[in-house]
């Protein structure tokens, strides 16, 4: 039992409360007294005739004010969060006494260190460790707050050393012991990712309103703070190389250099050069040498663009630098290792070219680790009109002339408009026709696009059956409205077919998330 005495500061209060105790035979287990003129008593629990006797005997000594009963001692209260906060931290937790021992360790520093508590105290910290002396830093005069690189288990840790320092009456301190913190590398590296990822700045370059693109957005996100290589794949135009920047950019590599190789215009002759670079003397009386790009992308990003035209001797040299991470300069008998996330681009079926015997099956499988699939233009149908406004904004400024509205001609044909050049031929088209508008509204008219058949894929459907017409229509058909309408439920309500027999069609044309199966 507890009790809270509020009372005032006199002399000999805290005695005659005492005496009050012993008279009704109390024995006091504990005693806190606080200089705002409270005094916390704990004793053992009494019935409640005695507890009837004891609250009015206190309340009669001259200066208390009031008496009542509590559920725990201030210590005990700090204790108990103390230790709830302890308990909850996923950081392993460990207290020292001045000669090292220790005298406290929470739940995941009993699970780190593989003993329960009972045995780990007392223990000395120091042998459990390694790669610092904790008894030497205790025995500096005034130890400071360390962080050091330890191993528990043949695992890395960031260990925070924290002296623990009690302030004595004099007004001085003196050292009682200290915390430690242990913190897995792997968990430090993770705040950091998430921090990075959180950044809303790196994918801003993305106008995202249809479902296609902005579940994209949300998987680049996430997949750029790994490190693992990273395969994008998209039709012409669509925007690799600038999501490969935003996923470098969004990585712990963001500061690191971002280096781009366009595969196809290699030469064999000149691969060994351009990846691996020569050393001093490695070519006649060539006293520099060069660095490769492999060396440039040290600690940031290489990437390959178009992977699928690169040659076959280009994919046997590669292989090597993705398996061991070390290459040899020409000339040069030092091997070099090199730190670098690959980010591969391609607009070709990379495993229809594997099957084909045109890319090395090997390559394929440590490249294709993480991969990202941007839609074409035609698929992001929401997304047209706010790109159209963007770049007409944009293009305005850059030549000098009052914003262009669109007709609401002209923003139903870029919605319908197939695009085969996707983004990159819809800038290009918006750019020349603002350059040659003469008036304040941009319409179909300005617009210069080769003309598309409406139903694209039309002729080779009437070259078969009925039956395979009528399924080759039925996949153009799901493949135009899926973008539209990104679940079964909502398609199957467009089509008034039940959802069932819509999944059962989308499996089999591999159209949606069926297509990243294959």
């Given at each position: 039992m507890r009790l809270k005495v509020t009372c005032e500061d006199r002399l000999g209060l805290t005695r005659e409360l005492l005496d009050i105790l012993v008279e009704h035979q109390i024995d006091l287990r504990g005693i806190e007294i606080d200089i705002s003129g409270i005094i916390y008593l704990n004793f053992p629990t009494l019935d409640f005739t005695a507890l009837q006797h004891l609250m009015p005997a206190i309340r009669r000594i001259p200066g208390v004010h009031d008496v009542k009963t509590i559920t725990c001692m201030p210590s005990e209260r700090e204790h108990n969060a103390i230790m709830a906060l302890l308990k909850a931290l996923p950081d392993a937790v460990v207290a020292v006494d001045t000669q090292g021992r220790i005298t406290l360790a929470n739940d995941a520093a009993c699970a780190l260190l593989a003993q329960p508590q009972p045995q780990l105290l007392q223990q000395p910290l120091g042998p459990l460790l390694k790669g610092v002396h904790v008894g030497r830093w205790l025995e500096q005069a005034e130890p400071q707050p360390l962080s050091e690189k330890v191993s528990l288990g043949g695992e890395p840790y960031l260990a925070d050393f924290l002296p623990i320092w009690v302030t004595e009456e004099s007004g001085g301190q003196s050292l009682a012991g200290a915390v430690v913190v242990f913190k897995s590398a792997y968990r430090v590296g993770q705040h950091f990712k998430v921090m990075r990822s959180r950044e809303s700045g790196h994918f801003d370059g993305f106008l995202a309103q249809s479902p296609a693109m902005n579940e994209l957005i949300r998987e680049?996100?996430?997949?750029?703070?790994?490190?693992?290589?990273?395969?994008?794949?998209?039709?012409?135009?669509?925007?690799?190389?600038?999501?490969?920047?935003?996923?470098?950019?969004?990585?712990?590599?963001?500061?690191?250099?971002?280096?781009l190789l366009n595969c196809p215009a290699i030469p064999d002759e000149a691969a060994e050069n351009e990846l691996f670079g020569y050393a001093p003397g490695a070519f006649g009386n060539n006293t520099q040498g060069k660095r490769g790009v492999l060396d440039q992308a040290n600690g940031g990003t290489l990437v390959l663009d178009e992977i699928g035209e690169m040659s076959p001797l280009l994919q046997l040299k590669l292989l090597?630098?993705?398996?061991?991470?070390?290459?040899?300069?020409?000339?040069?008998?030092?091997?070099?290792?090199?730190?670098?996330?690959?980010?591969?681009?391609?607009?070709?079926?990379?495993?229809?070219?594997?099957?084909?015997?045109?890319?090395?099956?090997?390559?394929?499988?440590?490249?294709?680790?993480l991969n990202l699939h941007l839609p074409p233009l035609r698929q992001r149908q929401k997304d047209i009109l706010p790109l159209a406004q963007h770049f007409c904004t944009r293009f305005a400024a850059e030549l000098e002339r009052p914003l262009p509205r669109l007709s609401r001609a002209l923003g139903d044909y870029l919605q319908h408009y197939p695009w085969p050049g996707n983004v990159r031929q819809f800038r290009h088209s918006l750019y020349r026709a603002i350059s040659l508008l003469e008036g304040d509204e941009l319409d179909l008219a300005q617009l210069s696009l080769p003309e598309q058949n409406?139903?694209?894929?039309?002729?080779?459907?009437?070259?078969?059956?009925?039956?395979?017409?009528?399924?080759?229509?039925e996949r153009i058909l799901l493949e135009r409205l899926y973008p539209e309408y990104p679940s079964t439920r909502q398609l199957a309500r467009r089509l008034n077919i039940s959802h069932t027999a819509i999944a059962n069609k989308l499996k089999d044309y591999g159209i949606g998330k069926h297509s990243r199966q294959k």
């Open positions: 680049a996100r996430r997949l750029a703070t790994l490190d693992a290589p990273l395969l994008i794949q998209g039709e012409t135009g669509t925007g690799k190389e600038l999501l490969a920047r935003a996923c470098h950019n969004a990585s712990l590599r963001g500061e690191g250099p971002f280096i090597r630098v993705l398996q061991d991470g070390v290459f040899r300069r020409l000339g040069d008998e030092q091997e070099v290792k090199v730190d670098i996330r690959f980010i591969c681009t391609t607009q070709q079926d990379l495993a229809g070219l594997v099957q084909g015997g045109q890319f090395r099956r090997d390559l394929f499988y440590r490249l294709n680790v409406g139903l694209q894929g039309l002729d080779t459907l009437c070259e078969g059956s009925l039956e395979e017409a009528v399924k080759g229509f």
